[in-house]
């Protein structure tokens, strides 16, 4: 099993920047692609950003050129980040880490909050 924690939420001021970061343990050798998602109050839980263990990155359209995900491996944990630039309101949301496995499971975090306002 894969465990995740998030980190790195809170508020920000439009134009803003904010760096999220996410741990894996556990049985990290099992993943294959990382992710955030995001659900704001109201909407479903979509997805920001993803990358496979190749390196290959995914981006919504809403945040393509603002936002850039990455990855860290170390021998026991893997951490995966969200570098989000030019902040607007409606980025305001709960985000979330996921994992995938190579046997088709997936984790996720308990979530952190990011809110965008003046």
């Known amino acids: 099993q894969v465990q995740l924690a998030e980190s790195g939420g809170g508020l920000v001021q439009p134009g803003g920047s904010l760096r999220l970061s996410c741990v894996a343990s556990?049985?990290?050798?099992?993943?294959?692609?990382m992710g955030w998602y995001r659900q704001a109050p109201g909407k479903q839980r979509e997805l920001v950003a993803s990358?496979?263990?190749?390196?290959?990155?995914?981006?919504a359209d809403s945040v393509k050129g603002r936002f850039t995900i990455s990855r860290d491996n170390a021998k026991s944990t893997v951490m995966v980040y969200l570098q989000m630039n030019s902040l607007k309101p409606e980025d305001t949301a709960v985000y979330f880490c996921?994992?995938?496995?190579?046997?088709?499971?997936?984790?996720w975090g308990k979530g952190t909050q990011v809110t965008v306002s003046s």
């Open positions: 996921k994992v995938v496995t190579v046997v088709g499971t997936e984790a």
């Open positions: 990358v496979t263990n190749g390196g290959r990155t995914n981006y």
């Open positions: 556990g049985n990290v050798f099992s993943i294959i692609a």
